[in-house]
Nanobody
Framework: QLVQSGGGLVQTGGSLRLSCTASGFTFDEAYGIAWFRQAPGKEREGVSGICTSDGATYYTSTVKGRFTISSDNAKNTVYLQMNRLKPDDTAVYYC???????????????????????WGKGTQVTVSS
């Protein structure tokens, strides 16, 4: 499973960091870990993804340049650093994982398809205007 932490309430322009820690498996094997979000009344959308074996990353256009995804394999943890937050970023954020090696095209696929094996329980991010 994936255990999430972080999130909360922040003003427009502020920053938050989300964490996603693997439990029951380790990043000694390659995984694609991605972040998704779902705002009230909207469909879930992919945000970003990373391959734990080689550090390849992918960002959707809505967050590129503002969010940074990273992996600390020694801690089996993936982070999502969110800067310059906007009210439109308000959502429940989920991390998810799937085993395998992914280049940037592969990450783009899993971020947009959302066909993942493991899911976190979600954490609320609220950006006030």
């Amino acid at each position: 499973q994936l255990v999430q932490s972080g999130g909360g309430l922040v003003q427009t322009g502020g920053s938050l960091r989300l964490s996603c820690t693997a439990s029951g498996f380790t990043f000694d094997e390659a995984y694609g870990i991605a972040w998704f979000r779902q705002a009230p009344g909207k469909e879930r959308e992919g945000v970003s993804g990373i391959c734990t074996s080689d550090g390849a990353t992918y960002y959707t256009s809505t967050v590129k340049g503002r969010f940074t995804i990273s992996s600390d394999n020694a801690k089996n943890t993936v982070y999502l650093q969110m800067n310059r937050l906007k009210p439109d970023d308000t959502a429940v954020y989920y991390c998810a994982g799937v085993r395998g090696v992914f280049n940037d095209y592969g990450l783009e696929y899993i971020v947009h398809k959302g066909d993942m094996d493991y899911w976190g329980k979600g954490t609320q991010v609220t950006v006030s205007s």
